[in-house]
């Protein structure tokens, strides 16, 4: 009888002492779950505020910019000198570098990419899929500037053996490796897109009677469209941004023109320009900067609405 009350006393306090350990691990566990949305919250505040503090600090050095240069003038002007007694702020030579460099850059990287992806969703083997796709890959993980030294050193040089009147510095070179530097964007998002479309829509246009090239352009590529014009225009964002390609390849010279053998500069470059060189704070050169900063984030920000509103307007849920 002793025993059993013992035992009894026993499993009492053990029950006491399991609750306790419960209670304990309960109020950790309470306060992790207050915790941990509020550190989130945080963590999404910090992002949103750096995103601000960029947006305003280019907003307010642009406005002196155009306290001192016309608006006009610098969104009309043809002829860009920064520097001297009578200095002229047009931006147009910078777009027109900027545009020639990405257009070449498309179209490089569209066809090249597309087929890639239609090879690789369609065609491919699973073990040819797993062992291309990664190398394709591998373009995007090499650093800009190699590629630039890549344009200048190697591409050019063919290019003017082959291009007569193209200069050692020009927006052809630049803008082709450039292509080459997109291919595994475009490549990559198209192929997913791609992929995504169900097999059954495949094997109902098979059973028809369609072929397999039928089956890839007018089922599988019309059905992952907003996926595949997606990555195109993020591939045009991405060109828009480029910098250590065209600073290197491209040349200095601000000139407007449509001749691609030409040397011409870029928005990054001239950014990358005007921050490396001596401009005093508070010149007109030095807000000419941000005025151009703000000019390329526009730019940009336009290509991300963009794609964001082609993916909704032609997405297809499956």
């Not at 996926?227 to 993020?234: K, T």
């Given at each position: 009888?002793?025993?059993?009350n013992?035992?009894?006393?026993?499993n009492?306090?053990?029950?006491?002492?399991?609750?306790?350990e419960?209670k304990?691990?309960?109020?950790?566990?309470s306060?992790?779950?207050?915790?941990?949305?509020?550190?989130?919250?945080?963590?999404?505040?910090i992002?949103?505020?750096?995103?601000?503090?960029?947006?305003?600090?280019?907003?307010?050095?642009?406005i002196?910019?155009?306290?001192?240069v016309?608006f006009?003038?610098?969104?009309?002007?043809?002829?860009?000198k920064p520097l001297?007694?009578?200095?002229?702020f047009?931006?147009?030579p910078l777009?027109?570098?900027?545009?020639?460099s990405?257009?070449?850059a498309?179209?490089?990287?569209?066809?090249?990419?597309?087929?890639?992806?239609?090879?690789l969703?369609?065609?491919a083997?699973?073990?040819?899929?797993?062992t291309?796709?990664?190398?394709?890959?591998?373009?995007a993980?090499?650093?800009?500037?190699?590629?630039?030294?890549?344009?200048?050193?190697f591409?050019?040089?063919?290019?003017?053996?082959?291009?007569?009147?193209?200069?050692?510095?020009?927006?052809?070179?630049?803008?082709?490796?450039?292509?080459?530097?997109?291919?595994?964007?475009?490549?990559?998002?198209?192929?997913?897109?791609?992929s995504?479309?169900?097999?059954?829509?495949?094997?109902?246009?098979?059973?028809?009677?369609?072929t397999?090239?039928?089956?890839?352009?007018?089922?599988?590529?019309?059905?992952?469209?907003s996926?595949?014009?997606?990555?195109?225009?993020?591939g045009?964002s991405?060109?828009?941004?480029?910098?250590?390609?065209?600073?290197?390849?491209s040349?200095?010279?601000?000139?407007?023109?449509?001749d691609?053998?030409?040397?011409?500069q870029t928005?990054?470059?001239?950014?990358?320009?005007?921050?490396?060189?001596d401009?005093?704070?508070?010149?007109?050169?030095?807000?000419?900067?941000y005025a151009?900063a703000?000019?390329l984030?526009?730019?940009?920000?336009?290509m991300?609405?963009?794609?964001?509103?082609?993916?909704?307007?032609?997405?297809e849920?499956?």
């Open positions: 009888m002793v025993k059993k013992s035992n009894e006393t026993n009492a306090s053990n029950i006491r002492e399991m609750i306790k419960n304990s691990k309960n109020n950790i566990n306060v992790m779950e207050k915790f941990i949305p509020k550190f989130l919250l945080g963590i999404a505040i992002s949103i505020l750096t995103t601000v503090g960029i947006i305003f600090t280019l907003l307010f050095e642009t002196e910019f155009f306290k001192q016309s006009i003038e610098f969104f009309t002007g043809t002829v860009l001297g007694e009578n200095a002229q047009g931006v147009l777009l027109m570098g900027t545009l020639m990405s257009a070449i498309m179209l490089v990287a569209i066809p090249i990419g597309l087929m890639t992806a239609i090879f969703s369609e065609y083997s699973d073990k040819v899929r797993r291309l796709k990664p190398i394709l890959e591998i373009l993980g090499i650093p800009t500037i190699v590629y630039g030294f890549f344009a200048f050193t591409v050019t040089p063919i290019l003017m053996a082959i291009v007569p009147g193209l200069e050692p510095t020009n927006i052809l070179s630049p803008g082709i490796v450039m292509g080459i530097m997109i291919i595994p964007m475009v490549a990559s998002l198209s192929e997913d897109a791609m995504s479309v169900p097999n059954s829509m495949r094997e109902g246009a098979l059973a028809l009677g369609s397999k090239l039928e089956v890839t352009w007018k089922v599988v590529v019309p059905a992952a469209i996926g595949i014009i997606a990555s195109f225009v993020l045009i991405r060109a828009i941004g480029e910098t250590m390609i065209v600073t290197i390849a040349g200095s010279s601000k000139n407007f023109t449509f691609i053998t030409q040397s011409m928005m990054t470059a001239y950014i990358v320009e005007v921050t490396g060189g401009a005093p704070a508070g010149s007109t050169l030095y807000y000419s900067l151009v703000m000019t984030f526009v730019f940009t920000l336009i991300n609405f963009i794609a964001g509103y082609v993916s909704r307007k032609y997405r849920e499956y």
